[in-house]
């Protein structure tokens, strides 16, 4: 296992002495809770088009083993490897906090950004529910929030998020990285299948509730051909935009991935990483704003024009209105103590 870069000593397993085969212990989800002071974390990159995001959960058992979020994990003295997939970090007071932090005095209202870092719909949610309690603050604030996710478990809030769409205070963007399921099931362990992530976007469309299709990540010379086929699948299933963000692979993530390619595609990991490379300088990864999320070079304007292209013969290349912030007033009582009237 990867261990956290601020650990003194990397941990590893170590031979008991006996020489006996032994079965390795089945891999446990376990749960921490964390009491924040704040829940609105406040940004200030140049090259995203949000300042402030809520993350109602640390680590996600998806498993994504791409996640650019992985290396978040060492800040708590856990491994981006299998830490992160298993020792969450569940945050129960959250929708407490944020209704506290909309009610203080210069509070200047912008829209926030749920599942930038972690998937509010994890497993996990199903059972915690605190995302969902952090949308009804929101809606109760009519506030605007923009929600990236995986999960299908976002159709549980239909009744709250169709409410809010209608008010112009919502949109949801659903990543699809790949529509083959083979594929998805080694890069996205736990994640719902592609054809039944199509079926959310369906649902929550159904509802009102505008969705952006996500193609991303895109791995290149793994799953850059489908490119068109997720947007026109995406497009059939009633989104109305679309977005893609080239593979990232920061700090741990980058050797994770590296481990990953070898086992499971060994015939196109050199490809793969001499694509990667050829569009950060000769780097695995850069950082730079504006470059990060899309690379350069030949390889990176090719997939460019065709996602600009594809997305143009679909009508996903529309601008979409802005979520509306002249909505929002802090509702009478609080989370904690209600209003009687």
Not at 225 to 242: Q, R
Not at 261 to 277: G, K, Q, T, W
């Amino acid at each position: 296992m990867t261990a956290s870069r601020y650990e003194v000593h990397s941990r590893h397993d170590e031979h008991d002495g006996w020489d006996i085969p032994e079965e390795q212990a089945a891999l446990r989800t376990t749960v921490t809770e964390e009491r924040p002071r704040s829940v609105i974390n406040y940004v200030r990159s140049p090259d995203i088009p949000f300042d402030r995001t809520l993350n109602p959960y640390r680590g996600c058992e998806h498993g994504c083993i791409y996640c650019f979020a992985r290396p978040s994990h060492a800040w708590l003295g856990l491994s981006p490897g299998l830490d992160f997939e298993t020792r969450l970090v569940a945050r129960p007071e959250a929708p407490v906090v944020l209704d506290r932090e909309l009610r203080r005095r210069g509070y200047a209202v912008a829209p926030l950004a749920i599942g930038t870092n972690t998937d509010p719909y994890q497993p996990i949610e199903k059972e915690r529910g605190i995302m969902r309690a952090c949308l009804k603050v929101l809606s109760d604030f009519g506030h605007p929030v923009g929600i990236v996710t995986k999960g299908t478990l976002v159709e549980r809030d239909i009744d709250i998020l169709a409410p809010m769409a209608a008010r112009g205070l919502v949109r949801v963007g659903l990543s699809v990285t790949t529509l083959d399921a083979t594929l998805s099931r080694r890069m996205e362990p736990r994640v719902p299948a592609p054809r039944r992530r199509l079926e959310t976007i369906r649902r929550l469309t159904g509802a009102g509730i505008p969705v952006r299709i996500m193609v991303s990540p895109v791995v290149p010379a793994l799953t850059d051909p489908e490119i068109e086929a997720i947007l026109k699948a995406g497009a059939e299933a009633g989104a109305d935009a679309a977005s893609w963000i080239m593979l990232r692979l920061p700090l741990e993530v980058a050797l994770l991935w590296q481990d990953w390619l070898a086992e499971h595609y060994p015939d196109r990991a050199a490809r793969i990483m001499n694509h990667l490379r050829a569009m950060h300088g000769g780097e695995v990864y850069s950082a730079r704003w504006f470059h990060r999320m899309r690379g350069e070079g030949p390889y990176a304007e090719i997939i460019a024009q065709r996602f600009r292209r594809a997305s143009r013969a679909l009508g996903l290349d529309r601008r979409q209105p802005d979520l509306r912030c002249d909505l929002f007033r802090p509702p009478l009582g609080t989370a904690e103590q209600p209003a009687l009237f």
